[in-house]
């Protein structure tokens, strides 16, 4: 029995490791689990927007090992061979989604490029070769003033008003 305590315990390590590691990017280029979070939530998105109650909705992502793909310092990830993207659910009447595609390029949770077909119960509801919004401003730090300086944080202001009101109520008989 305190075999198993220690076994157990080491095998889902063992697994959780291993989990970690199959989520990182493929030779610097695209992170296969941030293509996968990115097509889930982009590809919800647009089929909501296109009407369909999606009830839930799964990706995968395996990226190309070969792509020499680089990883930029604003999130954006870019591969010329991409990842192969697999998503599965279904809507909320229980008909099969599915998006099945290619990524080229992951922008930082914000959309995802490549050439992507949705399907529901097997007819194409949508292709697209973008999901999500490419042209918004990312999120993450501001660049480097010309001058080469760091970048000073913004001075914000925190005004609290507090207003005190009685309400005075005539007791209902």
Do not use: N
């Not at 529901?120 to 999901?131: G, P």
């Not at 925190?158 to 005539?170: F, M, Q």
């Amino acid at each position: 029995m305190s075999v198993l305590r220690i076994v157990v315990p080491i095998g889902a390590c063992g697994i959780a490791v291993a989990s970690l590691a199959g989520c990182q990017p493929a030779a610097g280029g695209l992170d296969s689990a941030a293509v996968a979070v990115t097509t889930d939530r982009t590809a919800t998105a647009t089929l909501e927007r296109l009407t369909f109650d999606v009830a839930w909705l799964s990706c995968t992502a395996k990226a190309d090992p070969a792509t020499g793909a680089s990883k930029a310092a604003s999130g954006e990830s870019k591969a010329a061979g991409g990842a192969a993207v697999d998503c599965r659910g279904e809507t909320g009447s229980g008909q099969d989604i599915t998006v099945k595609g290619r990524v080229t390029d992951e922008r930082a949770g914000r959309c995802v490029r490549g050439d992507m077909t949705a399907r529901i119960d097997r007819k194409i509801v949508f292709q697209a070769t973008m999901l999500g919004d490419c042209s918004a401003v990312p999120t993450t730090t501001p660049p480097r003033p010309s001058d080469g300086s760091r970048p000073r944080p913004a001075v914000t202001e925190t005004v609290t008003v507090t207003e005190t009101v009685t309400v005075t109520a005539v007791p209902a008989k």
